[in-house]
Each structure stands twice: as C-alpha cells, then as structure tokens.
C-alpha cells in the first residue's frame, strides 16, 4: 500500500526466536484454518466490494490472493479481526515467478475507510524485486519510508519453481522492537521507539497495536499464497478480575492491583482538560494494573481516551449511579462537538471494561441538538460497559462499526438524542441487559448548567432509536426499556448482513414505532418473550426470517394506531399475547394486519369491543388463528384468498 514505490507484501512479526526451528513450540494459534477465512474481514472501497471476493479466497489448504488480468482496482486488504500488540508470527507464503505486482502484511495495523488505505508498518514482499522482502516500510501515518532496508548478508528467496517453491517468514514484535527472519536469514531487527509510538501514531491508533493485514497493492496483478499462519501472544501477567455488577466486587477493583488516575495528574476540578492525564493512567494501568481508577470528582475531556486491552476504567461508586447524585466519578464531554463522526469519547479495545461513572455533556442544547460523536464504542473481544449512566449523550454506545464478539452492556442508564446502543459485525454472542433509556436522566441531573428549557420528548419522537441491531450472532437482550423513540428496536441489514436476537422482558413506552424489522437472519430472526408495548410492531416487506412474540402486552396510547403490521414473506407467529386497545383516533384500522407470508395466532386476547381485531389482505399466503379471546362478531376480516384456518375461538 505503498504510493513511494509499487512493491510489497506485508508480514508479520514474532518473537525474538530462532526463525522457523520454533515451528513445533506449543502456545502457536492458527489464524487460518485451512478452509474458510473464518477471522478475516476483506477491506477495500465500496466500488471494489465485488471483485474483492474473488481476489480474496482460500484455496486448495491456502489463502489465495489473485488479480491477474484485472489491474483496475485499489487497495486490497485481507485483515484479522483481531488486534495484536506483541507476538510471534509464523507463516509461508509462495509467488509466481512471472509475477510484476507487490503485496504484503501488515502488522499493529488498521484500516481507514475513508482513503481506503490500511496504516501502520509493514513487512515487504516483493517478487519483481525480492530483496526488499522482509524489509520495514512505514506506511503511515506521516511520511512513507524504509524504516530497515540494510544490506542483507546470505539473503535467500524462493519462487515457486524453486525447491519446495515455499518461503519461511517469522516476525517477532516485542515492545518497539520489530524483527522479521526469512528463511533462515535476520532481514529486519529494528527499534521503533520514538517512531512508532511518537504522537502521530497513538493519535492514529497504530505502531503498538493493531491487526494483522494482508495486502493487495493498487493497480496491480499479484498471484501468491499463504499457508501455515500462526501466531503466539505472550502471556497475560497477573488474574483477570471477573465481570459483573459493580456494589463489593466494584469497590474490590478499585482496592486491587491499580493505577490511581490523579498520580498522573488528573486535577478532577471540572476545569482543567484532563485528558492527556486520564489517558497516560489508562496506559500505565496496562502494565501496572489492570484497574485506572478515577477517584471521585468532575473530570473535563477535551479530547478522547482509548482504554487498553484487558484494563478496566473504574470510576468511584458502589453501584450504578444517579445523575441526580452526582457525588462519584463524573466524566464532563467537551470535546467533538459537532463533529458526529469523529472518534468516540471512549474507545474500548479489547477486553477492555468501562464501569461505575456519569458521563455528561455540558455544552449540550434543546431544542437545537449539537451531534457528537459516540459515547463509547467497543472495538473487539469482550468488552464490557457496567453501571454507567450517561445524561445526554448523542450517540450512546456503539458496538457495530467495528468486529466485535461476547461484549456485555449491563446496568446502563441514559437519555440518548440519537441512538441509543448499535450492534453490528458481531460473530459471537453478544449481552445486552437492564438498559434504560429515559429523558429523566437528563431532566432530573443535577450537574451543571442543568437541563435546558425545551420539548425533550418531542425531539425523541422524531430522532431516536433506541437498539439498533444489524448483524450479530447471536444477541441477547433482557430487561431493556425506552420511552419516547422513533423507533424503540430496530433490526436491519446496516452493511454487514443482518442478526438474530431473543429479547426478553423488554419493552418500547409511548411511541408510534415499538419494534421495527426490517432484515434479520432467514434461519433464525428474532423473538421477544414477556415483552410490553405502547405502540407498533412492523415486520417489513424485505425481512425473511421468523418474527416470535410470546406473552407480550400491547397497551393503548393516543399515539396507537394498529399494533402488528405484517408485511413481506416471513412468518410471524403471535402467542399467549394480550391487545388491550388500538386504532386510538377511530379511524376504523384493525389490531393485527397481514398482506404477506405466514401468519399463527394462538392464545390471544382482544380486548377493545367493537374494534376489528384482525384482517388478513392479499399477498398472505397462510394463516393459522386458534385459542384466542374476541370482542364481538367476526374478528377475523380475511381478503387474502390464502389458505386460512379459523378455530377453537370466542367471541364474547
């Protein structure tokens, strides 16, 4: 990805060890599998998506990277999903004599949509010249240049028509230091420090941590494979504390193995920007912690915080707490202001956990809404937030534009202006739990400069969304509630393919939209157990797998007009569910209305006299109502010319 020279492939590095003689060392993790590119995440720009996987495939126990006879294209990654820091990577990769393209591997790496670029350093690979392979490239960010290209005595390379035509590439990367061995042979033993970790990259996130990314350089005709790609970390120092709720065990972490945020300059007067103070805790608690604490008090932030892997940012209370009570750890989010897409005012990596303080937007407005960016966002493996309350965030919580597996939001409590939680690209099941989205938050807080004056619930009719839920595999959600929204849950394709999601003891309060579904999985779509609705259910034209509601309320507001609306081939299926009032404003609209796919209700309870309860329109093609409780004469209105079977009801 170089725009200096048309060369290189990307390696990535290991431990300081003897080159591949380690290859039978125990503590290796294959990163391919040998079949699939389970892991691995293409990137490339939106107008290359197609091609891209073609380019991309694994091949005969390889990963194939081909573009021969298409040059047209830029950048082309193949990423792990994972973030590594400090490792030894093994792997053997095989090139084409005849080859004239560059690819490569990139390591503490990460990819910018934007520019379509992937940042960070690189190992080279090179088969029109293969003596720089193996060799250090910055590829930003600031300048793009050799960071070790030294002569190298006793160089060897392969093409695939030599020997066993394959190359054995070892890179180690401990602390700042980088080496790569290939075949036997020291390229690169270079110490980055200064460079790597100067202020450039950690504002980037890059040089220290980072995926592993395998490269497809622009406008070029690249044929080679890799195989055998594994990685070892090191391992971790020190007990991991157990996640949970906050009350003794929060109040344990904060007195455990920590680093103490105002030992690092952290002032907590709400007037001095305590960020770079904040963020240098966050760092040392890395390896000195793996708890910061924030003791209590009003902590300004004009910039943004990255919480490392495996460290909990702890704040100072003995469970979740109140914006009315703000006496323990209060984050005060200046910066970001109207820039909605910048980077999020706490970054989880890894393992990372954010729990037990307010965070608060002062310079926040009504009815004139500032956008921020987002809150928190979760950026890999089990990430955690716990007990937190947030008063008026914009965003809230972002689990979606990043891969992510197994995060936990448990104990949340906020008014959000815009969205409240989004889950996407997440392959491994995710927990959601006692979240609570309401304007009290914000218009009981007592932090200054206090609630403005302005129709909260108004704005949040027309703007939020409260769960936001794209692909995920699979979600949980559980005592989870939100009042006021457009859209209380919504679940769609968002660019990676929808989820699947059971949702139970959960509810949408006075709204015109309670559940949206648009998308979800075909095999497995999504329920919701002992649910409560003031408001509508809308399973969407587009959606194709199967909508579940069991032992849900449905409660008459102003705001109802029909309360399920089935459209679109998918099955809905409604059972042991009560109706207690719809078509609010007279307009004669029916309870239940179905113009598509499948429809089962089973056990329910209508209980508006005089209104109809159901009618099933053209485009339906079965439905099956049995066992339920009606108010009055013909309940059930069918235009649908499906194959409908009516039973074992009453109508008194």
Known sequence: MRSVRQTGLWVVFCFFAPALSSAAEEGFTPLFDGKTLRGWTINCLPKDKEFAAKAWTADQGTILANTIDRKEHFYILLATNKEYGDFVLQLRFQVERKVTGNSGIQIRSRYVPETGWMEGPQIDINPPDPQTTGKLWNEGPGPHRWLSNEPIQGFKFFYADQGDGWNDLEITAKGMKIKSV???????????????????????????????????????????????????????????PPAGSAGDEGLLLAAAGRVNARDYGAAGDG?????????????????????????????????????????????????????????????????????????????????????????????????????????????????????????????????????????LI????????????YIDQCTDIGRIENVHFNPNFWTRMKLKPGFPKGDIKAYLE???????????????????????????????????????????????????????VDRTQGHAGVQFVNGQFMSTVYVGPQNQGPVKLTSCGFWPVPETLEQVVKLGPSTLMLTACHFAGWDSAGKGLPCVRAAGGR?????????????????????????????CLFRGERPVADRSGADVQIGLNTNH
């Open 182 to 240: 290939l075949n036997g042979v020291t390229v690169v033993d270079y110490d980055g420090s200064g460079v790597l970790d100067d202020e450039l990259h950690k504002k980037r996130g890059v040089g220290t941590k980072g995926v592993i990314g395998l490269q497809i350089h622009s406008n070029d005709e690249i044929k080679l494979r890799f195989k055998d790609i594994r990685i070892k970390e090191p391992p971790r120092i020190g007990p991991r």
């Open 271 to 407: 007037a001095a920007d305590d960020t770079p103070a904040l963020q240098k805790a966050l760092s040392a608690a890395e390896t000195k912690g793996p708890v910061c604490f924030v003791p209590p008090g009003q902590y300004r932030l004009n910039g943004s915080l990255v919480v490392p892997p495996g460290v909990t940012f702890l704040g100072a209370s003995g469970g979740t707490p109140h914006s009315e009570h703000p006496i323990g750890t209060v984050l005060l989010a200046y910066g970001g202001r109207g820039k909605a897409d910048g980077p999020p005012l706490v970054t989880l990596k890894p393992n990372a956990v954010i729990r037990s303080l307010t965070i608060h937007y002062p310079e926040q407005t009504l009815p004139e809404v500032v956008p921020y960016p987002w809150t928190i966002r979760g950026d890999g493996e089990l990430c955690q937030v716990l007990d937190v309350t947030m008063t008026n965030p914009y965003e809230a919580i972002d689990f979606g534009t990043f891969w992510n597996e197994l995060h």
């Open 410 to 421: 448990r104990n949340v409590f906020a008014c959000p202006l815009k969205t409240g939680i």
């Open 462 to 516: 027309k703007n939020l969304v409260g769960f936001k839920i794209g692909k995920t595999d699979w979600e949980y959600i559980s005592n989870c509630f939100v009042i006021f929204p457009l859209v209380g849950f919504h679940f769609d394709d968002f660019g990676h393919g929808p989820g699947n999601a059971v949702v139970t003891q959960s509810g949408a309060d006075i709204c015109t939209m309670a559940v949206r």
């Open 599 to 627: 429809l089962t209700v089973s056990g329910c309870e209508f209980m508006a006299p005089g209104k109809q309860p159901i009618v099933l329109e053209e485009g339906l093609k079965a439905a099956a109502i049995t066992g």
